[in-house]
């Protein structure tokens, strides 16, 4: 019911049009630049916003400058005396089961939903997120050593879902993307052999103690995934070491705690 209400101004992808995104530029110092979609039927309609000086607000509480303004509009303050954390860019992730859908689809759809992401022409993603084997939208549970007890990973392999649905469409949001795109490596689940409960969703933590021999099994699939990807010609710009550390959830996971 929600579809159908709002299909009347969504964008527009299909195998024959997309709606474009307007190239993004910097905007002038002083303004910033707005892109919306409405029930009007604009689609990406673009305005630049001034920002006016700001002297203080009796309504603006400490370390909380949002509120409502009038007419329901909102209104924020940026000081620009405090800078904070630095912002590297955005992204999504390349799973295999996005690749899955992907592949499901007529190739000149796929091609149209990866550069409305990646491309001069969409919203210029400059990340990706790329799951070390499954995840818990995987079609199947699998890592990349189901072998059982292969303390030396003899046996690690990518599988079918990496060189189908992850690495193809890996490399062409990289060959329409105008930033360097950045990869962040992730994992899920470890060999289930690895865990205290030898299952895939199983909230579980590593056997043995922490530092020991599991530890440095798992450091060693993280490199040997590394080193499969980037003799395919794909290489990381950084490594999250679990998804999800501390929440279960219904999927391949693993708790690791801070400690």
């Known amino acids: 019911r929600r579809y159908i209400e709002y299909s009347d101004f969504v964008c527009v992808c299909n195998s024959t049009y997309c709606d474009d995104f307007p190239p993004i530029v910097r905007p002038k110092a002083g303004y ?10 604009d689609h ?10 700001f002297n203080g607000n009796k309504n603006c509480e400490k370390n909380n400058c949002l509120k409502k303004g009038k007419e329901n509009q909102i209104i924020i303050s940026v000081d620009k005396n405090h800078k904070y954390q630095k912002l590297y860019g955005f992204g999504n992730a390349f799973t295999d089961s996005a690749g ?22 969409g ?29 030396k990973l003899k046996y690690f392999s990518l599988q079918r879902e990496d060189f189908e649905w992850k690495i193809p469409y890996i490399k062409q ?11 962040i490596g992730s994992n899920w689940s470890p060999p289930v052999w690895m865990k205290q409960i030898e299952e895939f969703i199983a909230f579980s933590e590593l056997k043995g103690e922490v530092g020991g021999q599991y530890y440095q099994i798992l450091a060693n699939y993280y490199v040997k995934f590394l080193k499969a990807y980037q003799k395919n010609g794909i290489t990381f ?12 959830h219904h ?8 400690e």
């Not at 899955?100 to 022409?121: E, H």
Request: charged share 20%; net charge negative; aromatic share 14%.
């Open 32 to 41: 910033v630049l707005l892109y919306e979609s409405n029930r009007n039927g």
């Open 173 to 183: 949001a990289q060959s329409v993307c105008p930033h360097t795109l950045k990869l």
């Open 237 to 248: 710009w950084g490594l999250t070491t679990e998804n999800e550390p501390v929440q279960d």
């Open 100 to 121: 899955y859908m992907l592949s499901s689809v007529d190739p000149s759809l796929a091609t149209a939903i990866i550069n409305s992401y990646f491309s001069a022409n």
């Open 251 to 258: 999927g391949n996971n693993l708790k690791m705690t801070p």
């Open 123 to 151: 919203i210029e993603f400059s990340f990706g997120r790329v799951p070390i084997s499954g995840t818990d939208y995987s079609l199947r549970p699998y890592t990349y050593d189901d072998v059982y007890n292969d303390y």
């Open 44 to 53: 990406f309609k673009e305005s630049s916003l001034k920002f006016k000086s």
